[in-house]
């Protein structure tokens, strides 16, 4: 298995540009997660869905921010307009909910993104 | 509410043993989990304790679990130069579906 699989890896923009960041999850797995990862506040969940369905989305920052799930094979994470404190690295991570023992969730390798 | 909190920082010479600890406040907590954060990368399960056990261990790594002061911690034996990461801890409730609360993480650096 490929993995969780984000793109772009890099996503270098300016302030008030749409920005869209995409994650296809491992297959099988029915939840997906956001995160966004700065030095001052660590890893924040933003998002998730269970089943393609957003289950809690109170991470999520501002208006600015949209997340969708159209279907069980990919997701999208939309930044509308972007500003410079939107700088970060972004996670997606997928789990399978019911393992019985415990949940993992596999993370995908990331998107750096740099509003200038 | 739910909350987990850690050191931002940990300095260990090559050799030494490490010790990151946690401590976490919600009591329901089932499952505590420790991931690994290596450079350019996703994090990764390290670790993880089932509540009702206070120890595991599992070659270099051992994990201790004081459910009575909700308190968490990863020791690393010999540590080496490919250790040098950012270690997260982590809870999750059957209440919570998958979701799972991080810490901030510790950020391991190894001396020479």
């Known amino acids: 298995d490929a993995g969780v699989i984000q793109s772009p890896r890099h996503e270098v923009t300016e302030m008030g540009q749409e920005v869209t960041l995409r994650c296809k999850p491992i297959s099988g797995h029915n939840s997906l997660f956001w995160y966004r990862q700065t030095m001052m506040r660590g890893l924040e969940l933003l998002i998730y869905f269970n089943n393609n369905v957003p289950i809690d989305d109170s991470g999520m920052p501002e208006d600015r921010f949209s997340a969708k799930m159209p279907n069980a094979s990919f997701s999208t994470l939309k930044i509308q307009p972007s500003e410079p404190r939107d700088s970060a690295v972004y996670f997606c991570a997928s789990s399978l909910e019911g393992q019985g023992i415990y949940n993992e969730q596999f993370f995908g390798p990331g998107t750096r993104l740099t509003v200038l | 509410g739910e909350d987990v909190e850690q050191s931002l920082f940990l300095s260990v010479r090559e050799g030494d043993s490490s010790v990151i600890n946690c401590t976490y406040t919600?009591?329901?907590?089932?499952?505590l989990y420790w991931y690994k954060q290596e450079p350019g990368a996703g994090l990764q399960l390290l670790t993880y304790?089932?509540?009702?056990?206070d120890m595991k261990q599992d070659q270099r790594l051992t994990v201790l679990l004081n459910k009575k002061d909700k308190h968490l911690s990863l020791r690393i034996a010999d540590t080496q130069t490919g250790d040098s990461a950012i270690y997260f801890c982590?809870?999750?409730?059957?209440?919570?579906?998958?979701?799972?609360?991080f810490g901030k993480g510790t950020r391991l650096h190894i001396l020479p």
């Open positions: 919600d009591s329901s907590s089932t499952y």
């Open positions: 304790i089932f509540s009702n056990m």
């Open positions: 982590a809870e999750s409730t059957p209440n919570r579906d998958d979701k799972i609360i």
